[in-house]
């Protein structure tokens, strides 16, 4: 929008509203003033018509008041009664029997007269009849009566009298009128506008009501003050009009102005009102307009300058010379494009200046991307060399027997062998780039739960974990392999663990082969055992009925007899390190009475410590000791203790055997001690192996098997406890074992022999 | 009355030592070699105790215990195992399906045999 549009349409909008408010306010004012004026003038018209018509009937009461008090009233009298009044049309006496007995009219006198219609409306002993139409001269008329002596004195006026009152249009302008209508609504004044009328017309305006049931409801209505309205006369047209009653004729005066007649004026004020805005307007349009006019004309030439400075003429003057604000802007504008124009010669230079550093720099740049070609170049070099390093490394590993993955420290797999592959079924897509926990499972063979802690712990520990014996793996197609092997920490130069690489192999071989030597050991020992059991039972037998043969003979036999029964110890010891080696022992906790279980065995040994002259004690403190342990267990231990301390112990020495409670461990100490020959300090690191002796015990006992303290110490750790010793060569030994006294239960193989 | 015996034992030396042994004693000794065999003369001859091994052809002394238990001619009759050592789960089972004892034939001799039997039988 243009400046001078800014400027003059708000200003007139305003002008407009503030005009048309004020004219329109004072136009209704003029016409509610109107108004206002009219309705009064029409009540003080209709209040002193009404006082005139009041006023000429209180007369008339008077005047025939005064007639009744003469005597004898002759038809001479009533007429001279008649003359003197004017507006009398007759006077007359009528008697009870409703005659006329004398009249001021001759013609009247005996004529029948309804006496009835007379003798209405008593006010102050005088009765006045309504307009009515005179059955002599047919002239509209009223009657007043009243009793004189036994006669009635009736006065017919002529209603016409009153005709000019009403006709009267003084004040009323060319539409106005005034009529009387009587108590039943009827016109008994002639109207402007209708002629012959009287009691003809039933006037049912809305005034005419108004004024009719005023005069109904009240009683008492000297002082009413008449009300004026506009509504729809006789006529149809809409008027302006007030009425009064006459309260003593139960009349109604009523006086009309047509609303078109008596609002006239007020049209005139509507269109010179509405002239006269137009005109101030027209003169405020073209002051506000010459008004914006000189405030934009040096806007408009600032634009004009602006685009030419725009353009590129630098030397181009606004110059406009006003001396307002428009002006001074104009001027500091036109020091500005100076200013400006130097400063464009200024940064010419300059640009001029750093496009040449800019080309020096891109000179250098190029220079290092050279450079820097060269080394990528070297690194790709590199990268070659640690990609061939990287393929050795992988065709290593996918050369390697057994299956070898590799996870990062987030455990997701980076390597993953063809071994691997056809161990698990899973291909290398199925695997890279994912946590291995959700790919490989594996197991616990018995009780199937998840075992990962090989792995796991390489990590926590950082050191090489072993795959726990009997672990599945759950291969791609949801079958099983048994594995075995271990997992190793990979750590960077700093040490820190960044990965772990584990190897493992398909154990099927391995397990099947491990059963069949299990079978085989279970098998050979009862293949063996049913002729040693021959053997040994034969020779009883001959030992028996042997008396007969010499000496030697029958010490042949007994050698026979311990041999036999050696090697069935021996075959006892081998099922024993079979099944542990094997992981097949179960543990079947049973309550044991220890100290009655371990006397009567020590008193199986009797004849051996007799033999040697041993002395072997029995420390029964405490005097019970009730247990849940695996009774084949126990058994082993103790007897495998205290028959090597009889072995080993020379004669008449000493073993002493004792059993300690300890109730706040829940455990007890089992403890040997013998005087025996010890073992050697070398031996003592590795007593507990297999296959090992004391280098001392082969001179004493060349039969032993090396099975002993392994066993013991193997069924010491099945049953959750500790073994130890104290050993002085030549002087004896002590041992010391440790077990809780409730053992856990283990399932899954046989129990010791 | 001579008390019979009835030894179900495969391995004929350890059956007839066992036997002599017995018959020592003064006892009635009748021979089965395997578990059917055993369980028919069982039937027929009904004798005050019976041994029985474990491993054997044909019918194996845990279904021939099974058998006689399951019989009520012969239900009664105490039935003793006989076996040699190695499998412990299976001996104590015996016990639980009705058998009155059991003997580790390598850990036992005859003679101790003989006088646990004669003790079941209640003969001093």
């Known amino acids: ?753 | 009355m001579e008390k019979s015996v009835l030894i179900i034992e495969d391995e004929k030396i350890l059956s007839n030592t066992i036997k002599d042994e017995l018959e020592d004693e003064g006892l009635v000794v009748l021979q089965a070699f395997d578990g059917e065999e055993g369980l028919k003369m069982t039937k027929e001859v009904k004798p005050d105790i019976i041994l029985l091994d474990i491993i054997m052809p044909k019918l194996d002394g845990i279904e021939t215990l099974k058998a006689i238990k399951a019989d009520s001619t012969i239900k009664n009759i105490p039935v003793v195992i006989l076996t040699v050592h190695g499998d412990l789960e299976k001996i104590t089972n015996t016990i639980a399906l009705g058998a009155k004892a059991y003997f580790i034939k390598d850990q036992q001799s005859p003679s101790e045999i003989s006088a646990a039997i004669k003790n079941i039988l209640h003969i001093s």
């Open chain 1, 1 to 753: 929008m243009k400046i001078k549009t800014k400027i003059i349409l708000p200003i007139i909008l305003v002008a407009v509203i503030v005009l048309s408010t004020a004219t329109f306010y004072s136009y209704f004012f003029n016409v509610n003033t109107l108004n206002t004026s009219i309705g009064e003038h029409l009540n003080t018209t209709v209040s002193s018509r009404s006082h005139h018509i009041d006023t000429f009937i209180e007369e008339l009461i008077g005047k025939i008041k005064i007639a009744a008090t003469q005597e004898n009233l002759t038809n001479e009298k009533l007429e001279k009664i008649k003359n003197s009044n004017r507006e009398f049309s007759e006077v007359f006496l009528v008697n009870l029997d409703k005659k006329i007995i004398k009249s001021s009219r001759q013609e009247s006198i005996g004529l029948d007269c309804s006496i009835n219609d007379y003798l209405v409306n008593k006010k102050d002993n005088v009765y006045m009849r309504d307009a009515y139409i005179s059955k002599i001269n047919e002239e509209p008329s009223i009657a007043i009566a009243i009793s004189h002596n036994k006669d009635i004195l009736i006065i017919r006026i002529n209603l016409e009298i009153l005709n000019d009152v009403t006709t009267n249009k003084t004040g009323l302008g060319n539409t106005g009128e005034v009529y009387l209508i009587n108590s039943a609504g009827y016109t008994i004044t002639p109207l402007q506008f209708s002629e012959d009328t009287f009691l003809k017309t039933k006037i049912e305006s809305k005034n005419a009501k108004s004024c009719l049931d005023t005069l109904k409801n009240e009683t008492e209505h000297t002082e009413y003050r008449g009300g004026s309205a506009i509504y729809t006369n006789y006529k149809k047209i809409e008027v302006m009009g007030s009425y009064h009653p006459l309260s003593i004729m139960n009349w109604c005066i009523l006086a009309e102005i047509d609303k078109s007649e008596a609002l006239a004026p007020t049209k005139n004020l509507l269109k010179f009102s509405i002239i006269r805005i137009l005109i101030i307007l027209f003169i405020f349009f073209i002051l506000t307009y010459l008004i914006a006019r000189t405030i934009s004309k040096p806007i408009i030439i600032l634009s004009q300058g602006t685009k030419i400075i725009k353009n590129g003429n630098l030397d181009h003057k606004v110059g406009t010379n006003s001396k307002d604000e428009i002006g001074s802007l104009s001027r500091d504008f036109d020091e500005m494009t100076v200013a400006i124009k130097k400063s464009q010669i200024e940064i010419d230079k300059k640009v001029k200046e750093q496009t040449r550093e800019i080309i020096e720099k891109q000179k250098d740049i190029e220079n290092q991307q050279e450079a820097i070609l060269n080394v990528l170049e070297d690194v790709e070099n590199e990268k070659k060399k640690t990609e061939i390093e990287r393929d050795k490394i992988d065709a290593i590993l996918h050369s390697i027997g057994d299956g070898v993955f590799v996870v990062d420290k987030d455990k997701k797999i980076t390597i993953f062998n063809n071994i691997a592959e056809q161990i698990s079924g899973f291909n290398k897509e199925d695997v890279l780039g994912k946590n291995y926990l959700d790919i490989l499972k594996f197991i616990h063979e018995k009780d199937r739960t998840p075992n990962n802690d090989f792995i796991e712990k390489a990590f926590s520990l950082g050191k090489i974990q072993m795959m726990k014996n009997h672990t599945l793996l759950i291969k791609k197609d949801k079958s099983e392999v048994p594995v075995a092997d271990s997992s190793a920490p990979i750590k960077d130069s700093a040490g820190n663990i960044i990965g772990c690489i584990v190897v493992f192999r398909d154990a099927t071989a391995e397990r099947k082969a491990e059963q069949i030597k299990s079978d085989f050991v279970s098998i050979a020992s009862h293949q063996l055992r049913t002729p040693l059991t021959g053997i040994q039972w034969v020779t009883e037998r001959l030992l028996k009925h042997s008396t007969a043969l010499p000496e030697k003979e029958q010490q042949y036999i007994k050698d026979i007899n311990l041999s036999s029964k050696r090697l069935s110890t021996l075959v006892d010891s081998l099922l024993n390190v079979s099944r542990i080696e094997g992981g097949k022992i179960t543990i079947k906790p049973e309550k044991i009475e220890l100290i009655d279980f371990i006397k009567s065995y020590l008193t199986e040994t009797n004849p051996l410590t007799e033999a040697k002259n041993i002395s072997l004690k029995f420390n029964t403190h405490p005097e019970n000791l009730e247990i849940l342990t695996d009774r084949s267990g126990i058994r082993n231990i103790v007897q495998s203790l205290v028959s090597n301390a009889i072995e080993y112990t020379p004669e008449n020495g000493n073993i002493e055997v004792s059993v300690e409670d300890n109730v706040e461990k829940d455990s007890f100490l089992f403890k040997i001690k013998d005087t025996g020959i010890g073992i050697p300090s070398k031996n003592q690191a590795t007593i507990f192996d297999k296959f090992t002796r004391g280098e001392n015990a082969q001179q004493v006992k060349t039969d032993g098997t090396g099975f002993g303290l392994y066993i013991t110490k193997q069924t010491v750790d099945l049953l959750g406890g500790k073994i130890r010793f104290e050993s002085i060569e030549n002087e004896g030994t002590t041992f010391f074992v440790t077990l809780p006294k409730i053992s856990k239960a283990k399932e899954g193989g046989k129990s010791f022999v």
